[in-house]
Every structure is written in C-alpha cells, then in structure tokens.
C-alpha cells in the first residue's frame, strides 16, 4: 500500500552515429521519443544545464512531429536550491535553501533520502548508476550546507561523468513531483 519508485536494471543507452548528416542533438532527441514511447511515458524531467536546454527542445520537437503527448520538466541542475521545499530535520522542517548549495545536491541528496526511506526499488548495487552514486563526494560549505562536488570535479577524477546517476536523480524528481512520499 506504499507508493515506491520501481528502477529499471540499467538506464537506457543512446548513441550518436559519429559522420551522420543528421546533428545529434536531433538523434539523441529520435532515440529518447522512442524509448518513451516504447514505454508509454508522457512526462520527461531534463537537466536543461549546458546542452540539456537544446536537446530539451528537439525532443519537444520530435514528440510534437509525432504527436505523442509529451510534458517535459526542464530543471538546471546550476540552479539554486527551491525556496518552496522543505525537509526533516530532527523534529523541524528546513528550507532546502539552508541546506544544500544547490539544486543538483538537493536533488542528489532527495534521492539518497528517498532509499534510505524504502521509497526506491529495483535498483541493482552493482549498476552504472549504483556506482556513480556512491562515487559523488558530499562535503559541507562555509554556511554548512550539503554540497556535492562538481561534475567537472568529478569527471577528472574519476574520467567519466556520472550521467547514469543523473537519470536516476532527475526520474526520482519527477516521481517526488507526481506524489512519490520521501519520507517512511
């Protein structure tokens, strides 16, 4: 009777073909309306951050060609941390502007809470995205505050970026947004 976030084994892989007259924001945006599709999904949450924001629009393009409903969630991951939002702390409830640096360590640390909370399911503790997201160094700010590292940071560290992790952060905020409870 509780309601949990089901994950798949592994995110879905796309590929851009290197020599391709098509540009690949467009094949990425062909290969994401198809999965979606395939899987009957009409809302999509996207980190709009960098190319997110172009790749967002051919996919609104590409689902509008084919006249698949689609709502799509544009978040940037550069943003700060929303005002709105609220989390436990002890016996009060924090501002997630007092205690994340910004919006993609709130959403990084949304999802840690939503597993240690049994709200998350499915997912394999040897996965790509299992990985990526014990690899992501947490570390407190001068106003201590949580504040993951860089993504930059991260890809010279450890030479690839954590985009498997990504997907598992944003799915979880579109679930929290649709009425997935974070809390036991």
């Not at 009777?1 to 540009?23: A, C, M, N």
């Not at 993609?104 to 909370?117: A, D, G, P, Y």
């Not at 992501?136 to 560290?157: L, P």
Request: glycine share 6%.
């Amino acid at each position: 009777g509780r309601k949990v976030l089901g994950i798949e084994p592994e995110t879905v892989r796309l590929f851009v073909r290197v020599g391709s007259s098509e540009p690949f924001e467009n094949q990425i945006a062909a290969q994401v309306v198809d999965e979606l599709i395939k899987r009957n999904c009409h809302d999509l949450e996207l980190d709009i951050s960098g190319e997110g924001g172009i790749i967002s629009q051919r996919i609104a393009e590409r689902a509008r060609e084919k006249n698949y409903p689609l709502t799509i969630y544009p978040t940037s991951f550069a943003g700060s941390p929303d005002e709105n939002v609220r989390f436990r702390q002890g016996e009060k409830m924090v501002e997630a502007t007092e205690l994340f640096d910004r919006k993609v360590t709130q959403l990084w640390m949304s999802f840690r809470l939503c597993v240690q909370n049994c709200r998350i399911r499915g997912m394999k503790e040897d996965s790509r995205m299992s990985r990526q997201l014990r690899m992501r160094r947490v570390i407190q700010d001068e106003k201590k505050r949580m504040c993951i590292e860089t993504k930059k940071i991260m890809k010279k560290r450890l030479k690839h970026s954590p985009d498997d992790a990504d997907a598992g952060v944003l799915l979880t905020s579109l679930a929290l947004k649709q009425g997935l409870p974070n809390e036991p």
